[in-house]
Structures are given as structure tokens and as C-alpha cells.
């Protein structure tokens, strides 16, 4: 099976007035298909920057980048926009959904922006599915200040899925949320990843990356660390824990 991503010996350095920094330092790495990947590291790693790189938001100094079997290390800016719309699902920390519209209508926006063009029964269909996939069906014509911090996430991550991209890649994607709500986010990404849906997720947060399948670790622009996940955790039976903890807990006079 061909790697939906490939880096081959990648580099990127940015200069500060007459300084250079080296930001990734020849770092090669792949990830298939149906992949859950959580990259970690310390503030000053290169995780930002390989998170960039991986999102066609920035080219590598040197190196080559395959993604689904493209070499986009060169293209010009328009081509990777084009890309990032048709390839990559962005989830971000703060959401950045449009507090004015529906959640509906949030999801709808990528496909705005779609090389091809979608009738507004397609949009909607496509956008009620991508709700019904992560579990808020029943929310479409909420706006985000009606939904918890959890479900803001998961229109988000709708939001992210409407255009069937090749993988997700999500940017401290609990960083906002308490220690449940973060769980209930991390039980849509495993149930996604269930699926088949590639996901690579960046965070500093040692026990939300063992809700992945795969760790790696960043230090000084080089992969220090790239191993399985050993006694993953499971979201679900984690959910259930945590509620049997609340229940008990009122019961304790």
C-alpha cells in the first residue's frame, strides 16, 4: 500500500534578520492509510512547523513531499489552496466556526470553495452527513452558542469531513476543553479512524496521544521517537469510567 504521506529528508529553515533557524532538520517519515497518528514534542520541536508542512500551508526549504502520491514540496500558492480544499480537513483548537450561522451552515462552507461546484441540495445532503458522522444529526440548525464546547468541536470536525479529504489533521484539537469533553472529542476521532479516515493530530497532551494508534515525538527539528501505542486507551469504556465515577460520587453524602 502506497504511504498517504510521504517526507523524504525534508528541511525548513525560516531566517530572523541575519539568523537562520532551523526549524525541521532532515526528517523523513511516512503515514499510510488509516492511520491515527498523534506528533508531539515540546514548544520549540518543529511540531508547528511539520504540522504546516503537512498542511500545504507552508513548502519545505529542502526535501520532497508526497501526499496521496503528489509531489507538492514546489507547487505555487494557488495549487495548494486547491489542495488543501480537496486533501486536508483542518481542525483547530478554537474551532473557528461563524457564530452567526448554523452549524448546518458552517459545515457548508468548504464546499464553497470546491473545485467542483455543488447544487444547494448537495451541499446540504453532504453537510447532514458529515453531522450524522460525528453524532449531532439532531443540532444541524444550532448556532454555536447553543452547542457545549464538545459539539462546537464536532462541527468543526463535520466541518473538516464534507469534502471527503485524503486525512485530517487536527491542531490541539482538545486544548479548550475540560478532561470529559475531551474524551467525547477523542471517541469521534477514534470512531472516524474506525472508518478508515486518516487522522494525524498534534498535541502536548500525553494522555490524549494515547488515544492514538501511533506516537511521534519531536526535538530539535528531528523525530526522536516514532513507536505503536502501547495499552492504547479507549474513548468509549473511558466515557463509561468517568460516568460511573459522577454516579458514585453523588451517592457519597
Known amino acids: 500500500m502506497s504511504a498517504l504521506i510521504q517526507l ?17 532538520r532532515g526528517l523523513s517519515l511516512g503515514v499510510q ?6 506528533v508531539m514534542g515540546a514548544s520549540g520541536s518543529g511540531k508547528s512547523t511539520l504540522m504546516n508542512l503537512l498542511g500545504c500551508l507552508d513548502r519545505p526549504s529542502e526535501g520532497r513531499y508526497l501526499l496521496d502520491g503528489q509531489d507538492v514540496s514546489d507547487l505555487d500558492g494557488d495549487t495548494l489552496a486547491e489542495i488543501r480544499n480537496a486533501k486536508i480537513g483542518f481542525v483547530f483548537q478554537g474551532f473557528n466556526l461563524l457564530s452567526r450561522t448554523s452549524a448546518l451552515e458552517n459545515v457548508e462552507l468548504p464546499m464553497l470553495y ?9 451541499q446540504r445532503e453532504r453537510a447532514l452527513c458529515a453531522l450524522d458522522l460525528v453524532g449531532l444529526e439532531g443540532r444541524a ?8 464546547g464538545g459539539q ?5 470536525i463535520a466541518r473538516a469531513l464534507v469534502n471527503q479529504p485524503a486525512m485530517l489533521l487536527a491542531d ?3 486544548g479548550n476543553l475540560d478532561s470529559q469533553t475531551s474524551v467525547e472529542v477523542m471517541e469521534t476521532f ?7 479516515i486518516t487522522i494525524v493530530l498534534v498535541t502536548h497532551e500525553l494522555d490524549i496521544a494515547r488515544f492514538t494508534k501511533r506516537n511521534v515525538v519531536m526535538r530539535d527539528g528531528h523525530v526522536i521517537r516514532d ?3 502501547p495499552d492504547r486507551f479507549d474513548a468509549s469504556l473511558e466515557l463509561r469510567r468517568l460516568g460511573a465515577d459522577q454516579e458514585m460520587a453523588q451517592l457519597v453524602p
Open 141 to 148: 440548525h444550532h448556532h454555536p452558542n447553543q452547542l457545549s
Open 190 to 196: 477514534q470512531k472516524l479512524n474506525d472508518q478508515g
Open 114 to 122: 470546491a473545485a467542483g461546484s455543488f447544487s444547494s441540495h448537495e
Open 172 to 174: 490541539e484539537p482538545t
Open 152 to 156: 462546537q468541536q464536532r462541527v468543526a
Open 33 to 38: 492509510p488509516g492511520e491515527f497518528v498523534a
Open 227 to 229: 513507536a505503536a501505542v
Open 8 to 24: 523524504e529528508n525534508i528541511r525548513k529553515t525560516y531566517f530572523t534578520g541575519e539568523v537562520e533557524v532551523h526549524a525541521v
